[in-house]
């Protein structure tokens, strides 16, 4: 065997494999075609196929309201948007134009998302033969929305997207797979996760998920540069790659390679600044938008703030949120450091450095606690990472189980199933998000005892066997 076999690594897995025969025997041969990665791409084909059906009722259904979406679940955020952020007239997202501005909101998301969703409309209008959209500018944006036209292109940019977020499922489960060579069936919890089955088509979190997996890869085989080109496009995707370069000061701090942090953050600012600049010079108010946005946004769905805030009833500002919030997560960032710097020294007589993927686990699920909302696709974030920060099912299980319970009250909440008939809070949401907190605390506690006792971290036993330059900070 060149590698680790799941069936005699994992317990959950091992069985399971009862069912089949049992774990994978002393002198099996390995099959000549079906390596572990094409496995990995199949199922997770397979798996995104099947997300595609489960949002299939929302996408294809006609003459039902907002809340019988909520009550399937299968609400994605791609259609919604074509028409009221210009897509449909394929407008610049970031045009200073006074009657495309006077006529669509500009798209409150980063750059990185906002440019995809303008390439994929353009793909979407020449799909559908390239209509006149000079024509609709001429037209009220109300009459748009009837315009049977235009429906079809709604459909037809969800299938153009679903599309692409497919290849950035498999692209990041490819690189997953290789980014510890020895075990390329750590990444099959993100390729068969219900997580990435139900909210991969939500909104357009994948693109970023997809870079911080080449990150992950990309560290994996010492290639600095790279990990920040990565990192910095992530960030322009979303904020939260941007934090990875924590865990990376920490392991070159741990190295002795504080250079290597230089160039990595360097080139971060660099990739970040130059995917940035076409928005920003085409139009500086609206890529401000994004930011303050975020900045004058309250206490809001998913959050420990909503749940304190209705639960006390104290209408907490937005001022009072964004000070809040961003302390505790400094606080909780130099906790992580603290636990960086000081877990795993001289383990069995070897230096084991905490790797990228259970230091960016820790610190972005602190982001995630602390932050004012937590949308239901805000899990992918995680997913990349905890998968490699803690490739043990049962793990994997508990805490996506809580993602999943949270994922059902969400659109309960939404659609009014879970308000009180004699009025009031749903309180039975707030159960939902604490059960969502709780998941993310118990895989974080268990990460830090590995870092502590590396004896429960199978990646950090298998890696005694293979000590080399670059193998402790993977």
């Not at 210009?86 to 610049?92: F, K, R, S, V």
């Not at 994996?220 to 941007?242: C, D, F, H, Q, W």
């Amino acid at each position: 065997m060149t590698h680790v076999h799941p069936t005699r690594d994992d317990g959950v897995v091992t069985a399971l494999s009862e069912v089949v025969g049992g774990p994978m025997g002393d002198h099996a041969a390995p099959h000549r075609w079906w390596t572990p990665t094409r496995v990995l791409l199949l199922l997770t084909a397979l798996v995104f196929a099947a997300g595609l059906v489960q949002k299939a009722p929302c996408s294809l259904a006609e003459g039902h309201d907002q809340n019988w979406t909520y009550s399937h679940m299968c609400y994605t955020d791609l259609k919604p948007l074509y028409v009221p952020r210009g897509l449909a007239e394929h407008a610049w997202p970031y045009s200073d134009d006074e009657q495309t501005r006077a006529r669509y909101k500009v798209m409150e998301y980063p750059v990185g998302i906002a440019y995809w969703a303008w390439g994929t409309a353009w793909v979407t209008h020449w799909l559908n033969g390239s209509p006149d959209v000079s024509a609709r500018y001429k037209q009220p944006v109300e009459d748009l929305y009837g315009d049977p036209e235009v429906q079809d292109e709604e459909s037809i940019f969800l299938l153009v997207n679903a599309v692409g977020f497919a290849a950035l499922a498999l692209l990041a489960v490819w690189l997953l797979a290789g980014v510890h060579r020895a075990r390329p069936w750590d990444a099959a919890a993100f390729a068969l996760s219900p997580a990435l089955l139900l909210t991969g088509l939500i909104n357009w979190d994948l693109l970023a998920v997809a870079l911080v997996a080449g990150a992950l890869w990309a560290w994996s085989r010492e290639r600095p540069v790279l990990t920040g080109v990565l990192i910095g496009l992530g960030t322009a995707a979303k904020l939260y790659p941007l934090f990875l370069l924590g865990a990376v000061l920490v392991i070159c701090l741990r190295r002795r390679r504080p250079g290597r942090f230089v160039v990595t953050a360097l080139w971060a600012v660099v990739a970040w600044v130059v995917a940035n600049a076409p928005a920003y010079l085409s139009g500086p108010e609206q890529w401000h938008v994004f930011w303050s946005f975020n900045a004058e946004r309250k206490a809001d769905l998913g959050s420990l703030w909503l749940v304190l805030d209705q639960a006390g009833d104290l209408a907490i500002s937005a001022h009072t949120v964004n000070v809040w919030s961003w302390a505790l997560f400094g606080a909780w960032c130099l906790g992580v450091f603290a636990i960086g710097m000081t877990a795993g020294r001289r383990a069995a007589g070897i230096d084991r450095v905490p790797r990228l993927a259970q230091l960016g686990y820790l610190i972005v699920v602190g982001f995630l606690l602390v932050n004012k909302v937590y949308s239901p696709q805000y899990v992918l974030w995680l997913l990349p990472l905890a998968v490699l920060a803690r490739p043990r099912w049962r793990d994997q299980l508990v805490w996506q189980a809580c993602e999943v319970f949270y994922f059902c009250t969400v659109w309960w909440y939404l659609g009014g199933y879970l308000a009180p008939t004699g009025g009031g809070d749903a309180g039975f949401y707030w159960v939902g998000i604490v059960v969502r907190v709780l998941g993310e605390l118990y895989l974080a506690a268990v990460i830090v005892r590995d870092l502590y006792r590396p004896d429960h971290d199978p990646v950090a036993l298998e890696r005694v066997e293979t000590v080399g330059a670059g193998s402790l900070s993977r």
